[in-house]
Each structure stands twice: as structure tokens, then as C-alpha cells.
Antibody
Framework: EVQLVESGGGLVQPGGSLRLSCAAS????????MHWLRQPTGKRLEWVSV???????SYADSVKGRFTISRENAWNSLYLQMNSLRAEDTAVYYC????????????????WGQGTMVTVSS | SYELTQPPSVSVSPGQIASITCSGD??????ACWYQQRPGQSPILVIY???KRPSGIPERFSGSNSGNTATLTISGTQTVDEADYYC??????????FGGGTKLTVL
């Protein structure tokens, strides 16, 4: 079964850090570009970041310089290191298999994890 | 920045046709995707590249995209189709962008 399972969410104070993980199974993880997206409660989905198969990355302007995406193909795992967290980063964070960074207009987010909640509050 | 606009809600009777629109500047020049999200669950891809259905998605789901509007059509709508639906496209100014979502009510 193709599956993505996120972990690492929780409550953190403003200015704090958190590291999210995503474990992939059921497909050849190393040949796919992988993404993080987020969704504040009751709001629209927002793309956050992508790492391609070569390890090259892109970020949404809202998180650039604060978040770092990475992957470990040997462990079929995706990560998101989040620093300098703000209240507006509060959301459910999803990892997803998605469009190629090199051809972004063609693909879609075809596999999603169940999400992990991140709450930034004092 | 690029924006996609959806109606907040659409209501339909069981067995009827539901149409959900998504508007964006020259959206027809891009590929549009659609996602279904039931309460408390993750999104599911139901349409990609304007009008293609992933494996396992019922034939009653279809899509079109022309001009400034993409449309998701559900024929013979069932109560199980009640969910939020999000359109999505890519633009060089905003990367991957989603619409605000449409709550489909089947009653």
C-alpha cells in the first residue's frame, strides 16, 4: 500500500523550532519529488516547500529562510525543519508526493499523508 | 501574485449534476487539478491535467478548463460526495496555488 505518515507536530512557543518527519512506503521514494503543504484550520491549502530527486529545494516566500526541507532516500524519509516559528505557521502540515520541480505545471499532488498539527502559541 | 477563486458553497440534490467552478487569469493556459477533502481527512486527488481521473476515482467525476475557468462536474451526485473541493494550478509568480475551496452539500 502506498502510504505517507507524518510525525513531529505539537505545541511550540513563538520563536521556537520543530522538526517534522514523513515516512514513505509502498513506492520508490527516491525517484519522486516530495513536498510539504499546510492548511490552517478552516482555510485553504498552502504549498510550503519541495525537494527534488537531486536534493534541490524551493520554498514559499512565507517560509523562506526559516524552514528547511530535506530527504533521506536510504530511510524513505522526508523532513521539514522549522525555525523562528510564528503564530501564522499554525496549521496541519501534510507531506505529499507531487509535481516535479523541473516541470511544475504538469503534475499534481497524488499521494498525501494524514497530516500533523503544528500549533505556535505562548 | 496568482489567485484562484471558488464559490464558497454549492448545493445539489442526490442524483443531480453538481458543477464547481474555479476562476483565475488565463487559467485555461495552465493545467488544473481538483482535490476532495472530507472533514478531518487529507485531500484526495480526483482530477488532474484538467480532465483526467486517477485510478479509483468514479467515472461520475469529470473536469474541463477553458478561458479563465476550470470546472469540476459530478454527475449523479451521491451523499458520499459531500466534501470540500479545492482547485489547484501552478504559476511562476506563486508556485503551486490552491483555490479557497467549495463546500459541496448534497441534500
Amino acid at each position: 500500500e502506498v502510504q505517507l505518515v507524518e510525525s513531529g507536530g505539537g505545541l511550540v512557543q513563538p520563536g521556537g523550532s520543530l522538526r517534522l518527519s514523513c515516512a514513505a512506503s509502498g513506492f520508490r521514494f527516491s525517484i519522486y519529488d516530495m513536498h510539504w503543504l499546510r492548511q490552517p484550520t478552516g482555510k485553504r491549502l498552502e504549498w510550503v516547500s519541495v525537494v527534488d530527486t537531486d536534493g534541490d529545494t524551493s520554498y514559499a516566500d512565507s517560509v523562506k529562510g526559516r524552514f528547511t526541507i530535506s530527504r533521506e532516500n536510504a530511510w524513505n524519509s522526508l523532513y521539514l525543519q522549522m525555525n523562528s516559528l510564528r503564530a501564522e505557521d499554525t496549521a496541519v502540515y501534510y507531506c505529499a508526493r507531487g509535481p516535479r520541480r523541473s516541470d511544475p505545471g504538469v503534475g499534481s499532488f497524488d499521494i498525501w499523508g494524514q497530516g500533523t498539527m503544528v500549533t505556535v502559541s505562548s | 501574485s496568482y489567485e484562484l477563486t471558488q464559490p464558497p458553497s454549492v448545493s445539489v440534490s442526490p442524483g443531480q449534476i453538481a458543477s464547481i467552478t474555479c476562476s483565475g487569469d488565463k487559467l485555461g493556459d495552465k493545467y488544473a487539478c481538483w482535490y476532495q477533502q472530507r472533514p478531518g481527512q487529507s485531500p484526495i486527488l480526483v482530477i488532474y491535467q484538467d480532465n483526467k481521473r486517477p485510478s479509483g476515482i468514479p467515472e461520475r467525476f469529470s473536469g474541463s478548463n477553458s478561458g479563465n475557468t476550470a470546472t469540476l462536474t459530478i454527475s449523479g451526485t451521491q451523499t458520499v460526495d459531500e466534501a470540500d473541493y479545492y482547485c489547484q494550478a501552478w504559476d511562476s509568480s506563486t508556485a503551486w496555488v490552491f483555490g479557497g475551496g467549495t463546500k459541496l452539500t448534497v441534500l
